[in-house]
Nanobody, 117 residues
Framework: QVQLVESGGGLVQAGGSLRLSCAAS????????MGWYRQAPGKQRELVAR???????DYADSVKGRFTISRHNAKNTVYLQMDSLKPEDTANYYC???????????WGQGTQVTVSS
């Protein structure tokens, strides 16, 4: 089983920055994709950014140029640096790990990000 623990959410003014972290523990296959999704009230959960074990990244168009995803493989940790935050970035942010060999997916409990105008 895999556990994901997020941290770093909070309240910030528009134009500000936050950094989210997600640490994975348990039986983790070395080949995987870690990422961040978000869900705002009344909306579907959407991909924000993801990164493979080999460093390949993928971003939602709405965050390109503002958010940066990175990971530390030895620590099984993924980070999301969020700059130039906008009120529309307000959501609950969830960490995700997708195993490359089994296809199993795991989720964190979520961390709230609120951007005030």
């Amino acid at each position: 089983q895999v556990q994901l623990v997020e941290s770093g959410g909070g309240l910030v003014q528009a134009g500000g920055s936050l950094r989210l972290s997600c640490a994975a523990s348990g039986s983790i296959f070395s080949i995987n994709t870690m990422g961040w999704y978000r869900q705002a009230p009344g909306k579907q959960r959407e991909l924000v950014a993801r990164i493979t074990t080999f460093g390949s990244t993928d971003y939602a168009d709405s965050v390109k140029g503002r958010f940066t995803i990175s990971r530390h493989n030895a620590k099984n940790t993924v980070y999301l640096q969020m700059d130039s935050l906008k009120p529309e970035d307000t959501a609950n942010y969830y960490c995700n790990l997708l195993e490359g060999t089994t296809g199993s997916a795991y989720w964190g409990q979520g961390t709230q990000v609120t951007v005030s105008s």
